[in-house]
Structures are given as structure tokens and as C-alpha cells.
């Protein structure tokens, strides 16, 4: 299907240490992507420079072949696909579930701008469509705030599919969540690679298992393994570093 993103010799460093050492990866479209490794590994960091919060140091970001992440601010990363769901979910509590759908589908990044203007019928059914794959069209109606923390999580991923996005970049999507809320979750993930590319953050190791395409493990801001799940399972050096302390579900 080809590359989607293309990461080349990344180097990040804050104040002399360095977060990330050289990583070299590729992602192809349509994967679930996992990144994994103990906490200061690099993984966040690496998600921060692909969506333009860090400037690396070295290296270079390509996206979709041709367009290189590193020449375009944060904001201006949706206009050619690419959008990121924080740990903590980030919907407009105030509003109801079909009232943050609007503010995304417009792309504006003003509130009032965007429920003043009237959204298309395309952009209804597109809403529509969404709204149904992530099982919330029941909720149209009921406010962000009222909904539990796995649906919040739900709509916010909705809020960037209506976008039309190439690639989402998601961390740590089911923290905090119980079995069945993180099954759904994975079975979304699985819905959602039909249509754009994922990349995921996680420290589930029952999660990752159950739904990677591919894991890319960290270590010290480098890229310590990459392969399939019984692959980077059977690493010696990951099991050392990573799977063997809590049983591979450390934080």
C-alpha cells in the first residue's frame, strides 16, 4: 500500500540529554502501529515531533511521500492529514456530542465560529456515518460532559475521523478504561485502519497483542526492536529492558 510516514536519524535533545538518539523507522499506510517501551523511552517525544509540538534537531519527517512534517506548524498539520488524541480526552465538554462533531467537520478552530455556520449535507451524513461507527449516533443529543470516560474517548477519536485525516496518532487511548471499553476500543482501531493509518502509544501489553499490526519497541530514545508482537516478545534485549519488569504491562 505503501509509506505513509517516513522517520530519518531523529534527534531531539533538551538541555543536553537526549530524547531521541537517531530513530529510523518506517510506517505503512493502513497499519496499527504500536510503540512501546518504559517510561522515558522516547515514545511521547517522538509523537510531539510528528505533530509539530518538538523541533527535532536533526532528521527529517516525511509525510505521504513528499511533504516534509518539519516545514509546517502544529496547527496546520490537519490540513494535510494528520491529527493526535492527547491521554486525556479534549472534547468540548460544554457542548453536546453532535455540537463537537460540528466544530470539527468545519475545521474551525473557533467555537462559535463553527456552530454558526451551517455544515452540508454531505458533512451531515459524514457525521452520521462516524457517529455510528464509534456506537454514539444514540448520543447526539446528550453533552460531552454527561458521557462516561471510554465514550469521551470515542468521540474524540469521531472528531478527528469527520476530518478526514490520513493518519491519527493516538496516546495511551485506553488508559483508565475496563476489558470491555478497551475490547471496543481495539475493534474501533481495527475499523478505523480501513480508512487512515494509526499509531498508538500504549503500555496495555494485552492491548497491543490483541491489535497490532506492527510494534516498534524504545529504549532510551532509540529503537531497541520492530517486528510483529511474537517477534519483539521473544527479543532477549526487550524482555530485559521492558517486557520482563511487571510482567510486560509496566507504566
Not at 515514545?43 to 513528499?66: E, H, M, N, V, Y
Request: net charge negative.
Amino acid at each position: 500500500m505503501g509509506t505513509i510516514l517516513e522517520i530519518n536519524n531523529l534527534i531531539i535533545s533538551f538541555d543536553g540529554f537526549r530524547a531521541l538518539n537517531g530513530v529510523t523507522t518506517k510506517v505503512e499506510k493502513g497499519e496499527i502501529r504500536f510503540f512501546i517501551g518504559p517510561n522515558g523511552a522516547g515514545k511521547t517525544t517522538l509523537l510531539d515531533a510528528i505533530c509539530g509540538r518538538i523541533r527535532p534537531q536533526q532528521g527529517s519527517i516525511i509525510f505521504d511521500g513528499d511533504k516534509n512534517i518539519m516545514h509546517y506548524p502544529e496547527h496546520k498539520l490537519v490540513n494535510i492529514g494528520i491529527g493526535r488524541k492527547f491521554q486525556v480526552p479534549s472534547v468540548f465538554t460544554s457542548l453536546s456530542v453532535y455540537e463537537n462533531m460540528e466544530v470539527s467537520v468545519v475545521n474551525d478552530r473557533s467555537i462559535m465560529a463553527s456552530l454558526f455556520q451551517p455544515i452540508t449535507k454531505a458533512q451531515k451524513e459524514k457525521i452520521d456515518d462516524i457517529l455510528d461507527l464509534v456506537d454514539l449516533k444514540d448520543y447526539c443529543d446528550k453533552k460531552a460532559a454527561d458521557l462516561s470516560h471510554g465514550q469521551k474517548q470515542w468521540l474524540e477519536i469521531a472528531m478527528l475521523l469527520v476530518q478526514d485525516l490520513q493518519l491519527i496518532l493516538l496516546d495511551e487511548p485506553v488508559a483508565g478504561m475496563g476489558r470491555k471499553e478497551t475490547i471496543k476500543t481495539g475493534e474501533l482501531l481495527k475499523s478505523i485502519a480501513h480508512h487512515c493509518t494509526v499509531i498508538v502509544v500504549e503500555h496495555d501489553m494485552e492491548f497491543v497483542r490483541d491489535y497490532a499490526s506492527k510494534v516498534t519497541v524504545m529504549h532510551e530514545g532509540r529503537i531497541l526492536d520492530e517486528g510483529s508482537v511474537s517477534q519483539v516478545q521473544n527479543n532477549p534485549k526487550v524482555i530485559d529492558v521492558y517486557l520482563g519488569r511487571g510482567g510486560g504491562n509496566c507504566a
